[in-house]
């Protein structure tokens, strides 16, 4: 529908603010939850292509955060079991859940070609803009 086409587009366009702003933001994208099937789907990105345009909850970091409902910092990729590599030029990611009248509806997710670049004030500007995000829903 247009008002999807539109929100897309603003979607769009906030994964490049902050891809084009934070140098360490190498990759910014969207997933969105279908709690009858229990996947994630990759939205709107910024970055490399991936595979992963479909993820079970509870796979990869995306993953267990759809069931998890918290952000997830991971400083060090390789120090993660339950990780889904896209690029092997990632090296760190953080994923922050996207919450709509309190339901998470799916996550920003952001990978880092450094180690370790995430902070508090990540988290809270990343809950901010997801906060922001959730008015278009
Ligand atoms: N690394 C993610 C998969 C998505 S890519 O980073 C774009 C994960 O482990 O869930």
């Known amino acids: 529908t247009d008002s999807q086409k539109n929100r897309d587009e603003k979607l769009l366009a906030v994964c490049k603010l902050l891809?084009?702003?934070?140098?360490?933001?190498?990759w910014v994208g969207f997933y969105f939850a279908n709690h009858d099937t229990k996947t994630l789907h990759l939205g709107p990105y910024v970055g490399a292509e991936t595979d992963h345009t479909v993820i079970p909850f509870g796979k990869g970091i995306c993953g267990q955060v759809a069931?998890?409902?918290?952000?997830?910092?991971?400083p060090d990729v390789k120090a993660q079991d339950n990780y889904i590599?896209?690029?092997l030029t990632v090296k760190s990611e953080i994923v922050v859940p996207l919450f709509v009248n309190g339901v998470n509806i799916g996550q920003i997710d952001i990978d880092s070609h450094v180690i370790?670049?995430?902070?508090e004030a990540d988290e809270r500007f990343l809950e901010?803009?997801?906060?922001e995000v959730a008015k278009l829903f």
Not at 19 to 26: G, S
Not at 67 to 74: D, R, T
Not at 116 to 119: G, N
Request: aromatic share 18%; proline share 4%; charged share 15%.
């Open 85 to 87: 590599a896209c690029s």
């Open 67 to 74: 069931e998890s409902n918290a952000n997830f910092v991971v």
């Open 19 to 26: 891809n084009e702003n934070v140098e360490y933001y190498n």
């Open 128 to 131: 901010f803009v997801n906060q």
């Open 116 to 119: 370790d670049p995430f902070t």
